[in-house]
């Protein structure tokens, strides 16, 4: 059993940056396959980015493509999420997420779930 806890989210203007942590418990955190996903109120859940278990290789959306970047810290549990560039369409509850393989955007194979934290971009 793995649990994800998010942390980092905030308010930030048009144009700035933002860092998400999540930690995760469990002895067998370098082994799982991390995403991030983000769902905006009235949308549907959408992948962001996500990374294999040994930081290679890492996968995209288009849509923050060059403006942000995954990284992870097996020693430390945890999987970042650097954002850049950030625009009002960014604006979202971003979740963590864990899968047994690298399942890149495919939410339906990610087997854990953070609760999610907010993030709001304003215009």
């Known amino acids: 059993q793995v649990q994800l806890v998010e942390s980092g989210g905030g308010l930030v203007q048009t144009g700035g940056s933002l860092g998400l942590s999540c930690v995760a418990s469990g002895r067998t955190f370098s082994t799982y396959g991390l995403g991030w996903f983000r769902q905006a109120p009235g949308k549907e859940r959408e992948f962001v980015a996500a990374?294999?278990?040994?930081?290679?290789?890492?996968y995209y959306s288009d849509s923050v493509k060059g403006r942000f970047t995954i990284s992870r810290d097996n020693a430390a549990n945890t999987v970042y999420l650097q954002m850049s560039s950030l625009k009002p369409e960014d604006t979202a509850v971003y979740f963590c997420?864990?899968?047994?393989?690298?399942?890149?955007?495919?939410?339906?194979?990610?087997?854990?779930w953070g609760q999610g934290t907010q993030v709001t971009v304003s215009s």
């Open positions: 990374i294999s278990w040994n930081g290679s290789p890492t």
């Open positions: 997420a864990a899968a047994h393989l690298y399942s890149r955007d495919n939410a339906d194979l990610y087997d854990y």
